[in-house]
């Protein structure tokens, strides 16, 4: 294994071990309904960055072909999915400022 191939192992643990991060707060949002604690600007600019990165990843794997980034480009996306489901959730559970 040379250490390229080492970095993008490395690169896939993190990014499955943050992805699944994402799932008990999804599933305690859905059962709780229960959101107003959460920032909208903190998860908002999570999510931002996280689609920021996507691009990037797009670019780099699909655009370009870069191989090693594969792992990324695949921990990534999942990133984007779920932490979109999270703010998707916080913005449809958010009873502050509704009348």
Known sequence: MDL???FSMLQLIGGVILSIGYIPQIIKMIKTRSVDDFSKIYLGSIFFG??????????????LGIPEMQS??????????????????????STKNKK
């Open 72 to 93: 990324f480009f695949i921990t990534n996306t999942a990133s984007t999915i779920l932490s979109g489901t999270e703010f998707c959730l916080l913005m449809a559970f």
């Open 4 to 6: 390229v191939q080492f």
């Open 50 to 63: 996280i689609v920021l990165m996507e691009m990037y990843a797009v670019y780099m794997y699909l655009v």
